[in-house]
């Protein structure tokens, strides 16, 4: 099974600044790399698939980018609506696999 | 608009059995595969089953492979789950999601809870 590892677990950071998400996995998954943001008693949203293409409707302040086995996920000006929970989820193969999660939090 | 609505997830003793449902509208159901994702309290996601777009294929995670049957009824546009012998980790919250292309899960429906315990 393909392990997928996210840092930091947690962060804090201000409205106004940039913040950055590692995922990696355990072997080569090309581009197939997915990010997901997930609210407090809300299911998961897909963000960006294919390591780096924006959903529609996802504001550009969102990007990412990788491939092979390191990936990262970028806000730029954060937003108070942006603080949640983000995982990274491989579909190379199956079994599918997230990271642990990401928690942007406040300072 | 693409809506999924799971239903019933509730309070079960360990070993016991319970059956999800997945109902779909405003997509071509067939056209899609189908997956269960789950949640247990205050944890991560975990992928648990697909179902390709014809029911031809499924494909389980390691820890409900043998005891969890996903299935689909296209003319009725639902996927079900159905779990056996379920245990005290099998507590979580469960999501069903649409497979818009092999594994990027783009809707989700707002989940259902079961818990297992005695």
């Known amino acids: 099974d393909i392990q997928m590892t996210q840092s930091p677990s947690a962060l804090s950071a201000s409205v106004g600044d940039r913040v950055t998400i590692t995922c990696r996995a355990s072997q080569t998954i090309s581009s197939y790399l997915n990010w997901y943001q997930q609210k407090p008693g809300n299911a998961p949203k897909l963000l960006i698939n294919a390591a780096s293409a924006l959903q529609s409707g996802v504001p550009s302040r969102f990007s990412g980018s990788g491939s092979g086995t390191d990936f990262t996920l970028t806000i730029t000006n954060l937003q108070p609506e942006d603080f949640a929970t983000y995982y990274c989820q491989q579909s190379y193969n199956t079994p599918l696999t997230f990271g642990g999660g990401t928690k942007v939090d406040i300072k | 608009e693409v809506q999924l609505v799971e239903s019933g997830g509730h309070l079960v003793q360990p070993g016991g059995s319970l059956r999800l449902s997945c109902a779909a509208s405003g997509l071509i159901f067939n056209k899609y595969a189908m997956t269960w994702v789950r949640q247990a309290p205050g944890k991560g996601l975990e992928w648990v089953a697909s179902?390709?777009?014809?029911?031809?294929?499924?494909y389980y995670a390691h820890s409900v492979r043998g005891r969890f049957t996903i299935s689909r009824d296209n003319s009725k546009n639902t996927v079900d789950l159905q779990m056996q012998s379920l245990r005290g980790d099998d507590t979580a919250v469960y999501y069903c999601a649409r497979d818009v292309l092999r594994g990027d899960l783009d809707v989700w429906g707002k989940g259902t809870s079961v818990a297992v315990s005695s």
């Open positions: 179902i390709a777009e014809s029911g031809d294929r499924r």
